[in-house]
Every structure is written in C-alpha cells, then in structure tokens.
C-alpha cells in the first residue's frame, strides 16, 4: 500500500498552531502516522525476500549418484552429478565393452551438462564428451574343437555426443530417466564415424 504523505494537513498545522503549545504534538503525530505505516510495509517486503531467497537457495543445488546404460554413464557404468532446478552436470565412469572369454573390457570416465527445456523439467538436452564405444580387433584362433576367436588390439574410443533425456520426476528430483544420444568418435579402422544408441537409467 501506498501513503501518499499529507501536505495539507501539516500546512494547516503550521498555520493555525504557531507559536501554539499545540504545535509540536500536532505536528509530531502527523508526521508519526505517515513514517512508521511505511517503515513497517518496507520491513515486511524485506522479510518477504530474505525468505524467499533463503528458500531458492535450499533447493539451489544438490549432489547426484546414478547408475545405468547409456552415454549419461559412459556405457554401462555410473555417474556423479550436480543438480540444480534446471540442469546437471556430471562426471561418469563406464564401460563401453565388457570383457568375455579371450577379451578385455574397454572403460572410461567422461563429463557433461544436461538442460531442461521445459516448464516441467521432465525434458533434458545435453552435450557429453567421453568414452563413446570401443575398437577391438580380432585374430581366428584353430583349435581342437574349431575355429575360436582371439582379442589381439583393443582401443577404447573418444568422442562428442548429444542427447535427449527424459526425466520421470523431473531434473532436479531423484528418479528413473530413459532416452538417446547420438555420438561422433574418430575410430582407427573406420575413421569418423556417428551411432546412435538408447540410454536409461536412474538417478539417487
């Protein structure tokens, strides 16, 4: 509310109370009635943002654990982020390539940043640089028992990639989230090369 400060009632004062013993009380009231309704308003508009910054910096950020399949966890593997309403940054570790018989796993760590881009925060857009897949090599090895095959090369394989991810609870909440990416990886034998591929997992 605003008070508009009454300047002629004070000049009324100032007129008909000079010199008056009157005058100091009258003026002294007048002057109370104005300041201390617009002291208050001022006081309670400050506590009204002090609160309400106290509460968007409780729900600022907070610190994630995941786990799942996909380029938001470096293959299979898990990933540590920090979100805040309306994005995640992350650091991940996974394996592109599980070891069998005869082979090695192929793993490695990699980062990104995810963007809600709805009103919701159910939908994310995100940039990932890391480990995207892996390059193996084989040789036929003649056995007894046939023709088995032997790992003679492995290299793991860096790259950019992008993706869409759905969020079930929403970014900045725990929960399950599916969706895709698509990756760009320089590989030795088939030089730049972009897949896609699913991704899903879920978020502490």
Not at 54 to 69: R, T, V
Not at 117 to 146: A, C, M, N, Q
Not at 183 to 200: A, P
Request: some cysteine; aromatic content about 14%; charged content about 15%.
């Amino acid at each position: 509310m605003t008070h508009k400060f009454p300047v002629s009632r004070v000049l009324s004062i100032l007129l008909s109370g000079f010199l008056t013993s009157t005058f100091t009380a009258d003026l002294h009231a007048e002057v109370k009635e104005y300041v201390i309704p617009a002291k208050e308003e001022q006081s309670h508009t400050a506590t009204q943002i002090h609160t309400a910054n106290q509460s968007d910096n409780q729900d600022a950020s907070s610190f994630s654990f995941g786990l799942g399949s996909g380029l938001f966890y470096s293959g299979i593997g898990v990933n540590l982020g920090l979100r805040t309403q309306d994005s995640f940054k992350y650091f991940s570790l996974g394996c592109a390539y599980l070891g069998v018989y005869h082979s090695e796993s192929s793993c490695g760590p990699g980062i990104g940043y995810v963007r809600a881009v709805d009103l919701k925060r159910k939908h994310g857009l995100g940039i990932y640089f890391g480990l995207i897949d892996s390059e193996i090599e084989w040789e036929p090895v003649y056995t007894t028992f046939g023709v088995i095959r032997k790992q003679v090369d492995r290299e793991e394989v860096y790259g950019l990639g992008i993706s869409y991810i759905y969020y079930a609870n929403g970014i900045n909440k725990p929960g399950w989230n599916i969706g895709f990416s698509t990756t760009l990886g320089n590989y030795h034998h088939g030089g730049m090369t972009s897949e896609s591929r699913f991704q899903w997992g879920y978020q502490f």
